[in-house]
């Protein structure tokens, strides 16, 4: 699998080892948790996926390479004990603790973490001393006498015995007390990484054209190996990026050293010379500002692709850098906010600024500390903190400085320094939108079609202009919006530049049938033709029509079982899809908790404002610390239209409506598109128990008869598998007539025809792969 996949099965496992019953007992005891072992080859990113599952998990995180442990080390020293049993007075052999448990202790108490992994990398690497332990430890969690601590849950990883010559292969007896995860390179998997953490344009556009390059291992004529590895050119674009910060030059001689094969190293430094001349040449500041000359353009519009893609990525470099710094100004403003909001009473009795802020401040920093000796703390975490630290310590020394230290004018004081914080985020946002509708000019009027489609599926996978979409909103960008119906979580610049190109030689409209069901027009289209219904206008006014003064409250829609896995869903994003007036969100977010969100999304404005009527009440019921719901308005053929990334999502939850949709394979396709991978989709449906007469299925539609309108349970499976995800679990399923409506006793309006077909209603789970 790739590294995607298999951080996504280490982090449920995780999670499940870690999961106590009421009386604090593990579900699993410790002997039956087998360790994970991941099997792969070197610089995939093991080690990085297991810093990301500690911090999403808000758990500890241990390392050991194994390599240099001996039997002393890791199981520890002998000593001689005094004993004495029934007046038998005897010295024994006792052994200390060992390094690596005792690295546990330490940490827990550095850092007040009580549950972590611990992750032993290099494990088929141990001395010949130290290795008949090891199945001693995998089964019991122990180095000689002393337990791994309750609640540290053991990784281990290794590579191939190709890959490293100090490699044991391990024997059954010891590979059967192990789960193990075998992983492979994967470009996809590594893009969308790159593609989030802004990893140097140069990179990410070479290796778009040039994916034979992204991993690679040979030996050498004579001896040795030349290797090219993810962490390599991982690394690569982060040294080019501080490079080019201090002026240091780029050349070939400092590619070699990370990328480890002659071939690869020549052609990326050939390449980074031409995207420096790119750089160069296009001026991408006048791009954005709007001032690109005529020379420029008449260059962009008779590049070839490939030179258009490489100025795509500077353009969205630039973007992408000050939509994060629009939004690092709001988010620093909105930790201000609640700081000054918990001192404000103190101020007004008289307290001293440095009084009030101090102690606040020094809690905040012993915060930070401990999570960056826990090794959670996120960089970026790092960074906001460091700057919330500092604007509070140059409030104080404001107040110092006019002579307001204490009461009201202290609080005066401060809260006007607050406000020029406030106040320059708009300004940083306009600008940063500005330069965004700038980028759309310049790619409208230079480029074609394909182009904005790489230019726009880029936009939405980049982390920050994703988050600077769905906050600050942009017009242009909504307009564009039509072009991403492509799973472009999963798809390279190159490939849905080629789809466009099919999509319009084939965009056609099939035959519509308009069906008056009071007064609301209906186009009915087959699956087949809808998907590949693409054209922008025609797509958007189907999708006006279908949903139209839609209500779908009355039938069998409206029942919502909602039965979700709670505990899974704690600390994580969540999308409610269909959400009407807000209920299910109510319910999703109590489970998402203070570390969670819920975003409501609904194609009715009037529900829309009653669900956000709710919350303020909905929240503080549940208990919450603060608001962690968000509605939003778009069709659920179209999740992109509202800013919602590609990626973005760890679980979907969707009701009975799921039939009445216009597309529901287009549905199942955007919603495999913002789950992240191995992201929940838990989904109410109905099942028919054969192939239906399409005449029926779509007055059925017209009706709202959610349960006529239902497709088979294998036409409902091949949409799931053609949208990327796995093998449905059905959690429930009961049968369900044709005219159930809301209520077991009330009953709707249906159409005649379909007699012989049985009805499923169904609640499933599922995972994208």
Same mark, same amino acid.
């Given at each position: 699998?790739?590294?995607?996949?298999?951080?996504?099965?280490?982090?449920d496992?995780?999670e499940? #080892?870690?999961?106590?019953?009421?009386?604090?007992m593990?579900?699993?005891?410790?002997?039956?948790?087998?360790?994970?072992f991941?099997l792969? /080859?070197?610089? &995939?990113?093991?080690?990085?996926?297991?810093?990301?599952?500690?911090?999403?998990?808000? &758990?500890?995180l241990?390392? #050991?390479?194994?390599t240099?442990?001996t039997?002393?080390?890791?199981?520890?020293?002998p000593?001689?004990?005094?004993?004495?049993?029934?007046?038998?007075?005897?010295?024994?052999?006792e052994?200390?603790?060992s390094?690596?448990?005792?690295?546990? #202790?330490?940490?827990m108490?550095?850092?007040?973490?009580?549950?972590?992994?611990?992750?032993?990398?290099? &494990?088929?690497?141990?001395?010949e001393?130290?290795?008949?332990?090891?199945?001693?430890?995998?089964?019991?969690?122990?180095?000689?006498?002393?337990?791994?601590p309750?609640g540290?849950?053991?990784?281990?990883?290794?590579?191939?015995?190709?890959?490293?010559r100090?490699?044991?292969?391990?024997? &059954?007896?010891?590979?059967?007390r192990?789960?193990?995860?075998?992983?492979?390179?994967?470009?996809?998997?590594?893009?969308?990484?790159?593609?989030?953490?802004?990893?140097?344009? =140069?990179v990410?556009?070479f290796l +778009?054209?040039k994916?034979?390059?992204?991993y690679?291992?040979?030996?050498?004529?004579g001896?040795?190996?030349?290797?090219?590895?993810?962490?390599?050119w991982?690394?690569?674009?982060?040294?080019?990026?501080?490079?080019?910060?201090?002026?240091?030059?780029?050349?070939?001689e400092l590619v070699a050293?990370?990328?480890?094969?002659?071939?690869?190293?020549d052609?990326? =430094?050939?390449?980074?010379?031409?995207?420096e001349?790119?750089?160069?040449?296009?001026?991408v500041?006048?791009?954005?500002?709007?001032?690109?000359?005529?020379?420029?353009?008449?260059? /962009?519009?008779?590049?070839?692709?490939?030179?258009?893609v490489?100025?795509?990525?500077?353009?969205?470099?630039?973007?992408a850098?000050?939509?994060?710094?629009?939004?690092e100004?709001?988010?620093?403003?909105?930790e201000?906010?609640? %700081?000054?909001?918990?001192?404000?009473?103190?101020?007004?009795?008289g /307290?001293?600024?440095?009084?009030?802020?101090?102690p606040r401040?020094?809690?905040?920093?012993?915060?930070l500390?401990r999570?960056?000796a826990?090794?959670?703390?996120?960089?970026?975490?790092?960074?906001?903190?460091?700057? %919330?630290a500092?604007?509070?310590?140059?409030?104080?020394?404001?107040?110092?400085?006019?002579?307001? @230290? /204490?009461?009201? !004018?202290?609080?005066?004081?401060?809260?006007r320094?607050?406000?020029?914080?406030?106040?320059?985020?708009q300004?940083?946002?306009?600008?940063?939108?500005?330069?965004?509708?700038?980028?759309?000019?310049?790619v409208?009027?230079?480029?074609?079609?394909?182009?904005m489609?790489?230019?726009?599926?880029?936009l *939405?996978?980049?982390?920050p202009?994703?988050?600077?979409?769905?906050r600050?909103g942009n017009d242009r960008y909504?307009?564009?919006?039509?072009?991403?119906?492509?799973d472009?979580?999963?798809?390279g610049?190159?490939?849905r530049a080629?789809?466009? @190109?099919?999509?319009?030689e084939?965009?056609?409209l099939?035959?519509?049938r308009?069906v008056?069901?009071g007064?609301?027009a209906?186009?009915?289209?087959?699956?087949?033709?809808? *998907?590949? +219904?693409?054209?922008?206008?025609a797509?958007?006014? =189907?999708?006006?029509?279908?949903?139209?003064?839609?209500?779908f409250?009355?039938?069998?829609?409206?029942?919502?079982?909602?039965?979700?896995?709670?505990?899974?869903l704690?600390?994580k994003k969540?999308?409610?899809?269909?959400?009407?007036?807000?209920?299910?969100v109510?319910?999703?977010? *109590?489970?998402?908790?203070n570390?969670g969100?819920?975003?409501?999304?609904?194609?009715?404005p009037?529900?829309?404002?009653?669900?956000?009527?709710?919350?303020?009440?909905?929240w503080?019921?549940?208990?919450?610390?603060?608001?962690?719901?968000?509605?939003? !308005?778009?069709?659920?053929e179209?999740?992109?239209?509202?800013?919602?990334?590609s990626?973005?999502?760890?679980?979907v #939850?969707?009701?009975?409506v799921?039939?009445?949709?216009?597309?529901?394979?287009?549905?199942?396709?955007?919603l495999?598109? %913002?789950?992240?991978?191995?992201?929940?989709?838990?989904m109410?449906?109905?099942?028919?128990d054969?192939?239906?007469?399409?005449d %029926?299925?779509?007055?059925a539609?017209s009706?709202?008869?959610?349960?006529?309108?239902?497709?088979?349970?294998?036409e409902?499976y091949?949409?799931?598998?053609n949208?990327?995800f796995?093998?449905?679990?059905?959690?429930?399923?009961?049968?369900?007539?044709?005219?159930?409506?809301?209520?077991?006793d009330?009953?709707?309006e249906?159409?005649?025809?379909?007699e012989?077909?049985?009805?499923?209603?169904v609640?499933?789970?599922?995972?994208?792969?």
């Amino acid at each position: 699998m790739n590294i995607a996949s298999a951080k996504q099965q280490i982090k449920d496992t995780v999670e499940a #080892y870690l999961k106590r019953d009421d009386a604090g007992m593990p579900l699993i005891s410790s002997a039956h948790q087998r360790p994970l072992f991941l099997l792969g /080859a070197p610089g &995939i990113g093991k080690t990085a996926i297991m810093e990301q599952v500690a911090r999403e998990l808000g &758990i500890g995180l241990v390392s #050991y390479s194994m390599t240099h442990h001996t039997r002393q080390s890791a199981l520890g020293l002998p000593r001689i004990e005094h004993r004495s049993f029934e007046g038998f007075e005897y010295e024994a052999s006792e052994y200390t603790m060992s390094e690596i448990v005792a690295a546990l #202790y330490d940490y827990m108490a550095s850092t007040g973490l009580r549950d972590g992994i611990l992750f032993l990398d290099e &494990i088929n690497c141990v001395s010949e001393t130290l290795y008949p332990s090891m199945l001693q430890f995998l089964q019991f969690k122990t180095f000689g006498k002393h337990k791994v601590p309750d609640g540290w849950v053991v990784v281990c990883a290794g590579n191939p015995p190709e890959y490293n010559r100090s490699v044991h292969e391990f024997d &059954i007896v010891t590979l059967d007390r192990m789960r193990e995860i075998d992983v492979e390179p994967d470009y996809a998997a590594w893009k969308d990484y790159a593609s989030s953490t802004g990893l140097h344009p =140069a990179v990410t556009t070479f290796l +778009e054209a040039k994916r034979d390059c992204f991993y690679k291992v040979e030996s050498k004529p004579g001896g040795g190996k030349s290797f090219v590895t993810a962490r390599g050119w991982e690394d690569l674009a982060r040294i080019i990026a501080l490079y080019e910060d201090m002026g240091k030059p780029v050349n070939r001689e400092l590619v070699a050293q990370f990328l480890r094969d002659d071939e690869v190293a020549d052609q990326f =430094a050939v390449y980074y010379a031409l995207f420096e001349k790119y750089r160069s040449d296009y001026q991408v500041d006048a791009i954005l500002a709007g001032e690109a000359s005529d020379a420029v353009k008449k260059r /962009a519009h008779e590049a070839a692709f490939d030179e258009r893609v490489a100025l795509i990525g500077l353009v969205l470099d630039v973007l992408a850098r000050d939509c994060a710094g629009a939004l690092e100004k709001e988010d620093v403003a909105v930790e201000l906010r609640d %700081v000054l909001r918990d001192a404000k009473p103190e101020l007004l009795e008289g /307290a001293a600024a440095e009084a009030v802020l101090g102690p606040r401040l020094a809690d905040r920093e012993d915060a930070l500390a401990r999570k960056v000796a826990s090794g959670t703390a996120s960089n970026s975490l790092v960074r906001r903190e460091r700057l %919330v630290a500092g604007k509070l310590r140059d409030f104080a020394t404001q107040c110092a400085r006019e002579g307001t @230290e /204490a009461g009201e !004018a202290a609080f005066r004081t401060i809260e006007r320094a607050y406000r020029a914080e406030v106040g320059a985020i708009q300004p940083a946002a306009d600008a940063a939108s500005s330069k965004m509708d700038r980028a759309f000019d310049f790619v409208d009027e230079c480029f074609g079609n394909r182009e904005m489609l790489v230019f726009m599926a880029e936009l *939405a996978t980049r982390q920050p202009t994703t988050r600077f979409v769905a906050r600050y909103g942009n017009d242009r960008y909504y307009a564009h919006n039509q072009e991403l119906q492509v799973d472009s979580a999963r798809m390279g610049l190159v490939e849905r530049a080629g789809m466009l @190109e099919d999509l319009n030689e084939n965009i056609k409209l099939a035959d519509s049938r308009t069906v008056d069901a009071g007064g609301v027009a209906d186009i009915s289209l087959g699956a087949g033709a809808r *998907a590949a +219904e693409r054209d922008e206008d025609a797509f958007a006014d =189907a999708l006006k029509r279908h949903y139209g003064g839609r209500q779908f409250e009355d039938g069998f829609t409206s029942v919502c079982k909602m039965l979700l896995p709670a505990a899974e869903l704690r600390g994580k994003k969540v999308l409610d899809l269909c959400c009407r007036r807000g209920k299910g969100v109510y319910k999703l977010s *109590a489970m998402a908790g203070n570390d969670g969100s819920v975003l409501g999304i609904d194609w009715n404005p009037t529900y829309l404002e009653e669900a956000r009527g709710g919350m303020e009440r909905a929240w503080h019921k549940s208990g919450l610390a603060r608001n962690n719901m968000e509605f939003r !308005a778009a069709y659920p053929e179209d999740l992109i239209s509202c800013g919602i990334g590609s990626g973005t999502m760890d679980a979907v #939850y969707v009701n009975n409506v799921m039939t009445l949709l216009y597309d529901q394979a287009l549905v199942l396709k955007e919603l495999g598109r %913002v789950l992240k991978p191995g992201g929940l989709l838990v989904m109410e449906t109905v099942f028919a128990d054969r192939e239906r007469d399409e005449d %029926v299925v779509e007055r059925a539609r017209s009706l709202g008869n959610s349960v006529q309108a239902a497709r088979t349970r294998k036409e409902n499976y091949a949409w799931l598998a053609n949208a990327g995800f796995g093998e449905p679990s059905i959690e429930e399923e009961y049968e369900v007539g044709p005219r159930r409506g809301s209520k077991a006793d009330s009953l709707v309006e249906a159409v005649e025809g379909d007699e012989d077909v049985n009805y499923r209603a169904v609640s499933l789970y599922v995972r994208k792969k």
